[in-house]
């Protein structure tokens, strides 16, 4: 029997909160604010949200219709499966995040 998604979100965000440099909550759905992504989290101060599916699921067309307008924000969002996914995409965020320093180091430092 595949995962339910309530569990699969308490599992993420138990994992993002041991991680340093994170913090991460459940957003409350309710009939208001319908859409939004499941969890809200900072991740070395960068806005990161992600939308908990069970496998063979999708968003629907009002939570991507949402997802839209955070990314059109500047906010990464993503769709994810599994505690494995968040890791996947943590590890490669801090990758992204430690190369933009390096090159804004390097720019600065060329002045």
């Given at each position: 029997m595949p995962a339910r998604e309530s569990g699969v979100s308490r599992r993420i965000i138990d994992w993002l909160n041991k991680q340093p440099n994170i913090h991460a909550v459940k957003m409350e759905g309710n009939y208001r604010r319908g859409g939004q992504p499941d969890i809200f989290s900072s991740v070395e101060g960068y806005a990161v949200l992600f939308?908990?599916?069970a496998i063979g699921k999708v968003m629907t067309t009002r939570q991507q219709a949402?997802?839209?307008k955070w990314r059109r924000a500047k906010t990464f969002v993503f769709t994810?499966?599994?505690v494995?996914?968040?890791?996947i995409i943590?590890?490669?965020l801090r990758r992204l995040f430690k190369f933009k320093d390096e090159v804004t180091t390097s720019l600065t430092n060329a002045r």
């Open positions: 939308e908990v599916k949402e997802a839209m994810v499966y599994s494995r996914d968040v890791q943590i590890l490669s």
